[in-house]
């Protein structure tokens, strides 16, 4: 019997199918233009939380050009909440990709594991920051001349890089805090970090809001310097114990950087604001040049290293007791087990097979035996 070949008719689409594939389509168009106007909407709201706010065009006569400036406002907010989702995120690729490696082939213990990775990421940060803060700096006149440190007060207007850098700072610090909890920190060390991070918080933003970004940005880059050859002489220190030059060297640098910014400040707060054209305190025009402000200003900035000096000399006696100890040899510790006392008898000395006994002694009379 040969087999025959049956023509396969095509499909027929009932009107229900059709029905339904049409619906379908009218939903996904539907949730298109639903995303479409979402999109439209957060649009506006998105670029608050990106980009930098508050762009104010100044038309200068000695410059063909319009000159932008920055100013701040509640907006910034938003802008460094989105930095510090940033951060976090860096925080996190740094310690995955760079620090949790390094960690591995040292073999470190709890107590220097925890301590290798706050030096390994404040490390990143103060390099980052350093040379960023120098790149703003070698642009600004300040640095040749103090007196515009408070010439001109108050120094409302900003340019781009200076309002982004302070934006970052804050927002890193404010970083700081969550990554406590997710870096599952020692209790013993939380009140510590605590302690430098909150000090960050509150200086880096009381120079941002009191319109010092000139003082404020001087006095960081010099103190990231320092912190940052602390940090990697540390680092060092975890992977060779020998190696403890590096120390020296912060040292040194540590206590001309406190001299440097008790200098500025007292000149700043003492001399140059206390001697402006313009004092007074309003906050539309940015200005709190008053005597209340520049006292609290000073004295949170003179106690703030009175004590980081307190610290620093604390750990310097630390380090010189270790030394000392180290150096003292080690005494073998007496034995206090007595040996026992053996019994000895005195020898007697014979002489013709007879006992000769000491002055004062008389022989033991022996018994005779009974035959």
Do not use: W
């Given at each position: 019997m040969g087999l025959r070949k049956k023509n396969k008719s095509p499909p027929v689409l009932s009107h229900e199918f059709v029905i339904q594939n049409h619906a379908d389509a009218v939903s996904c168009l539907a949730l298109c233009l639903l995303l479409g106007l979402m999109f439209e909407v957060t649009a506006r709201y998105a670029i608050m939380f990106v980009t930098v706010q508050y762009n104010v065009t100044y038309a200068a006569d000695d410059r063909p050009e319009p000159v932008h400036f920055y100013e701040y406002g509640l907006k910034d907010l938003a802008?460094?909440?989105?930095?510090?989702?940033?951060?976090?995120?860096?925080?996190?690729?740094?310690?995955?990709?760079?620090?949790?490696?390094?960690?591995?082939?040292?073999?470190?213990?709890?107590?220097?594991?925890?301590?290798?990775?706050?030096?390994?990421?404040?490390?990143f940060f103060y390099l980052f920051s350093f040379v960023w803060g120098s790149s703003i700096l070698s642009a600004e006149e300040f640095t040749t001349n103090p007196t515009l440190l408070w010439k001109d007060y108050p120094h409302s207007r900003m340019f781009f890089q200076v309002k982004f850098f302070y934006i970052c700072q804050i927002a890193y610090w404010l970083h700081a805090l969550?990554?406590?909890?997710?870096?599952?920190?020692?209790?013993?060390?939380?009140?510590?970090?605590?302690?430098?991070?909150?000090?960050?918080?509150?200086?880096?933003?009381?120079?941002?809001?009191?319109?010092?970004?000139?003082?404020?940005?001087?006095?960081?880059?010099?103190?990231?310097?320092?912190?940052l050859i602390f940090h990697a002489s540390r680092l060092f220190y975890f992977s060779d114990e020998n190696k403890q030059k590096g120390f020296t060297l912060w040292a040194l640098l540590f206590v001309m950087a406190r001299l440097l910014t008790l200098t500025l400040s007292v000149l700043t707060f003492g001399f140059g604001l206390a001697r402006a054209e313009n004092p007074g305190f309003s906050i539309a025009e940015g200005n709190y040049n008053i005597l209340t402000i520049r006292i609290g200003c000073l004295a949170a900035i003179c106690l703030t290293q009175a004590w980081m000096m307190w610290k620093f000399i604390n750990f310097q006696l630390k380090k010189w007791r270790e030394h000392v100890q180290n150096q003292i040899p080690k005494k073998k510790a007496p034995n206090t087990k007595s040996k026992p006392a053996k019994k000895e008898l005195s020898r007697a000395n014979f002489a013709n097979g007879a006992v000769k006994f000491e002055e004062g002694m008389s022989p033991r009379k022996r018994k005779s035996k009974v035959l």
């Open positions: 802008t460094i909440f989105f930095y510090m989702l940033i951060a976090i995120i860096l925080h996190a690729v740094i310690q995955e990709y760079i620090l949790d490696k390094i960690n591995r082939r040292l073999h470190l213990s709890k107590t220097k594991h925890s301590k290798f990775n706050e030096s390994g990421q404040l490390a969550p990554e406590l909890y997710f870096q599952k920190i020692r209790k013993e060390d939380i009140p510590r970090q605590l302690h430098y991070v909150c000090l960050y918080i509150v200086h880096i933003s009381g120079a941002y809001i009191l319109n010092l970004q000139r003082l404020g940005l001087i006095l960081l880059v010099p103190h990231y310097l320092v912190e």
